[in-house]
Every structure is written in C-alpha cells, then in structure tokens.
C-alpha cells in the first residue's frame, strides 16, 4: 500500500509539473514526448523505451549520440520496473525540454563574461562537496548560485526572488512538490543527498541537457552510457561542447553581475576544459579518504538505483552496480589529477576532516586565497547555515559500509592507489 501511494504521489508530481510547464511556455505540445512515453510504457507488459519519443529536431549530433547510447543501456542493463521507466520517462522528458526551450530563448547565447568566472567546487563525491557549496553561498553579496528550481525550470528565464510573480512561484512550489516527492518514494535519499526546490543545486542537471552528465548514472545503473561519458567528457567534442552550454547557460541564468559558485563531482571529468573555457576560475578541491567515500558513494548508488528497479533485490546485482560506481569515479579522478598539475595555483584544498571540524576557518582559508575577504554579514549566515546543517543533526545519518554492497575494500584501496588526498599524483 505504502509503495501504491508512493507511485500516486510521483505521477501526479510528475504529470502536474510537466503539464503546468507546457502551458506556462506556450507549447501545448511540448508535453507530447512525456505523455507518449507514458502511454508506451502503461500499455505494453515489457516496453523498451525510444529515443525519437524525446527528441525535438534541433538536437546537435553529440546529443542525439548520447541519449540514443543512454536509452539503449537503460533497456539493457538498467532491469526497469514499469515505475523505473515512467521516472526514466519523465527524467528524459525534463532535461531535452529544457534544452530545446532555454535555446531558442533570446536571452540565450553570449558566453559568461571572464568577470563571472565561476568558483567552482570538485571532489569525489560524499567528499563534502555539497556542505561546502551551500555554506559559500550563504554569502549572496559574493556569489550568484543556482537552484534546484532553477536548473529544474529554466524557462522562461528564473528572475530575482523579490521579483517573481504569481506564476513563478507556483513554479517554484510545483518543483518542491517534485523534490518531495523524490523523497517519499527514497526516504534515505534526504542523508544521503537531501533537494528541495531552494537549495543550491549541481550543474550535472544543465550538463544533463546535453546528455554528457553522470546525472543518469547516478539514478540508474547505466554502465555502457557511463563508459560512453568517461570516453567523450574529458577531452572530445562533446566535452567541449558542454562545457560551451554551461558557460551559456550561466550567462542566460545572470540577472546581476555577481560570479557563479557552482559544483558538482561530474567537474572533475571537465576540470581542464573548464580551466580553459574559464580563464578566471577558481576551484575548490574537496579531499576524503576514497574507501570512505566510496563506500558512502556506493551505498547512496545503489539506493537511488533501487527506486527503479527489483534487480537491487540480488545481491549479485547490488554488488554490479558498487563495482561500476566504484570504477567510474576512480578513472574521472585520476583524469582530474593528470589535469590539475596544468592548473598551478587556481585550487584551494580543502580536506574533509577540516570542514568538518570548522566550517567558518575553512571559509576564511578559501576565501583568503581567492583575495576575498569574509563580511561580517555572510560569517553570520554561515555559522548558523553550519549549525543547521551540522552533520546528521538535520537529515539523519547516511549509514553504508563497504561490505554493504559487496565491496572488497582492498580493491577500493587499489582502485585508488595513485591518488595522495592532495590532488596530487602518488
């Protein structure tokens, strides 16, 4: 009963935000690719799901590659249960349509100015990386940071909280209805990484436009896209290419002046054509002992995977998919390190322990290096931001361990073994 309510919640979430979306953009039928989906994967006992469903014409090359390698491994290897396809349905439906509209609107197109070079936070992930980027933003004077709701609904174009209209917050509203009910359908996903419609969220949703993103491997076990990822986002076209549409896309998202702070461990697959497209960036490494992080990785994988499909129920599966994780974030930050040593001193390491321990003096480390200095007003907003957030105090405790989910930690520590918690090469 508890799992029927579950579905009920997520499909009118689901339904409610993609309808009331395609009125607001004035194309009513920019819903069409959804609801075909939806009526393909409701009507057939096994039904693989099609590229062209999501699709609008306009998708440059790299993109249609990707989604077309992407829907191939979530019909092969992703073992979808008929809710696993509506959510891969609608995550799909999501990304192409904000693409399609954010590029045809006219306030897309110049490149973010080298004035707003972003700050741009990287590290595995469960490395603190989250922690770091909603304590930075607490200092709205310094940095613009995009939100959940604002790389979840882009178009039109997201205006200043103080001028948004009626229909912009009930935007805002429909996109925390959506976060909610991601969290009722995975009650662990609030420890492991909580969302709602007004947090700073991760640039693997705008780089997930253009389908060179980890997002989807992160919600479904998807191991031949994510092998198609590590081989194009270095260095290839695609990986420029979506470096280019990020720069574009925080330039169309600037209402102000103010540099982006932006994160997500999907950077460190970017790092150098970040550095290259901009020049004035900075980066924040954070740093954790990988078999830790791997085992929290690994377990909130799983997790996330498990919403969508029974296979978790296997132990041998469970085990597949820690295995893939574990390999994957292993070969983009060994990319990242080759990477960093061309990077001279644009990073800031930031071990975790150390965040832990004193939020406030990592604050002032980071921002001492970057030539800033801390107001009194944003050190205020940051202690209280790290006293709410302090660790399991807000969302619970995120409780993993390798053995978990098959993992053999000697392995793990192999996986690794070039890496020194430095960023540096062993």
Same mark, same amino acid.
């Given at each position: 009963?508890?799992?029927?309510?579950?579905?009920?919640?997520?499909?009118? *979430?689901?339904?409610?935000?993609?309808?009331?979306?395609?009125?607001?953009?004035?194309?009513?039928?920019?819903? %069409?690719?959804?609801?075909?989906?939806?009526?393909?994967?409701?009507? #057939?006992?096994?039904?693989?799901? =099609?590229?062209?469903?999501?699709? &609008?014409?306009?998708?440059?090359? &790299?993109?249609?590659?990707?989604?077309?390698?992407?829907?191939?491994?979530?019909?092969?290897?992703?073992?979808?249960?008929?809710?696993?396809?509506?959510?891969?349905? @609608?995550?799909?439906?999501?990304?192409?349509?904000?693409?399609?509209?954010?590029?045809?609107?006219?306030?897309?197109? %110049? *490149?973010?100015?080298?004035?707003?070079?972003?700050?741009?936070?990287?590290?595995?992930?469960?490395?603190?990386?989250?922690?770091?980027?909603?304590?930075?933003?607490?200092?709205?004077? !310094?940095?613009?940071?995009? %939100?959940?709701?604002?790389?979840?609904?882009?178009?039109?174009?997201?205006? /200043?909280?103080?001028?948004?209209?009626?229909?912009?917050?009930? !935007?805002?509203? $429909?996109?925390?209805?959506?976060?909610?009910?991601?969290?009722?359908?995975?009650?662990?996903?609030?420890?492991?990484?909580? $969302?709602?419609?007004?947090?700073?969220?991760?640039?693997?949703?705008?780089?997930?436009?253009? #389908?060179?993103?980890?997002?989807?491997?992160?919600?479904?076990?998807?191991?031949?896209?994510?092998? =198609?990822?590590?081989? @194009?986002?270095?260095?290839?076209?695609?990986?420029?290419?979506?470096?280019?549409?990020?720069? +574009?896309?925080?330039?169309?998202?600037?209402?102000?002046?103010? /540099?982006?702070?932006?994160?997500?461990?999907?950077?460190?697959?970017?790092?150098?054509?970040?550095?290259?497209?901009?020049?004035?960036?900075?980066?924040?490494?954070?740093?954790?002992?990988?078999?830790?992080?791997?085992?929290?990785?690994?377990?909130? !994988?799983?997790?996330?995977?498990?919403?969508?499909?029974?296979?978790?129920?296997?132990?041998?599966?469970?085990?597949?998919?820690? @295995?893939?994780?574990?390999?994957?974030?292993?070969?983009?930050?060994?990319?990242?390190? +080759?990477?960093?040593? +061309?990077?001279?001193?644009?990073?800031?390491?930031?071990?975790?322990?150390?965040?832990?321990?004193?939020?406030? *003096?990592?604050?002032?480390?980071?921002?001492?290096?970057?030539?800033?200095?801390?107001?009194?007003?944003?050190?205020?907003?940051?202690?209280?931001? *790290?006293?709410?957030?302090?660790? &399991?105090?807000?969302?619970?405790?995120?409780?993993?361990?390798?053995?978990?989910?098959?993992?053999?930690?000697?392995?793990? %520590?192999?996986?690794?073994?070039?890496?020194?918690?430095?960023?540096?090469? +062993?």
């Amino acid at each position: 009963m508890a799992w029927c309510r579950a579905v009920a919640v997520v499909a009118v *979430a689901l339904t409610a935000a993609t309808l009331f979306n395609a009125n607001v953009y004035g194309d009513k039928f920019r819903h %069409r690719p959804f609801v075909l989906a939806l009526v393909q994967s409701s009507a #057939m006992p096994s039904p693989d799901l =099609w590229p062209e469903l999501f699709l &609008y014409g306009d998708e440059p090359a &790299y993109v249609r590659d990707g989604l077309r390698v992407l829907v191939d491994s979530l019909n092969s290897e992703a073992q979808l249960t008929l809710f696993g396809k509506l959510l891969a349905c @609608n995550v799909l439906h999501d990304v192409l349509q904000q693409r399609h509209c954010v590029s045809h609107s006219p306030l897309f197109g %110049r *490149a973010l100015p080298d004035a707003q070079a972003p700050l741009i936070v990287v590290g595995l992930p469960r490395t603190g990386t989250t922690f770091l980027h909603g304590l930075l933003s607490q200092d709205e004077a !310094t940095w613009r940071t995009p %939100r959940f709701h604002e790389y979840m609904s882009a178009c039109p174009r997201p205006n /200043p909280p103080h001028e948004r209209g009626p229909i912009e917050r009930l !935007t805002v509203w $429909i996109q925390d209805l959506k976060a909610t009910a991601m969290r009722f359908v995975n009650p662990r996903m609030a420890a492991f990484h909580h $969302i709602d419609a007004h947090m700073p969220e991760e640039d693997v949703m705008p780089l997930g436009h253009v #389908m060179v993103s980890s997002l989807f491997s992160t919600v479904f076990h998807v191991p031949s896209y994510a092998a =198609w990822v590590l081989a @194009n986002a270095p260095a290839s076209a695609p990986g420029k290419a979506s470096v280019d549409y990020l720069s +574009r896309y925080l330039a169309y998202l600037a209402y102000d002046e103010r /540099p982006f702070l932006i994160k997500t461990p999907h950077h460190l697959l970017l790092l150098e054509l970040l550095a290259e497209r901009f020049p004035r960036a900075r980066f924040v490494w954070m740093h954790r002992d990988p078999l830790v992080a791997m085992a929290s990785v690994a377990s909130g !994988t799983v997790s996330l995977a498990g919403v969508g499909s029974n296979a978790l129920r296997h132990p041998g599966f469970v085990k597949q998919v820690a @295995n893939h994780t574990v390999a994957f974030w292993a070969e983009a930050l060994h990319v990242a390190v +080759r990477a960093r040593s +061309r990077l001279a001193a644009r990073v800031v390491d930031v071990r975790f322990e150390a965040l832990r321990k004193d939020p406030l *003096a990592v604050a002032e480390h980071i921002y001492k290096a970057l030539g800033l200095s801390l107001s009194p007003q944003a050190r205020a907003k940051m202690d209280a931001y *790290a006293h709410d957030n302090a660790q &399991y105090k807000k969302h619970g405790k995120h409780v993993y361990s390798l053995a978990d989910v098959g993992l053999d930690s000697a392995a793990v %520590r192999e996986a690794f073994a070039f890496y020194d918690l430095n960023g540096t090469v +062993r």
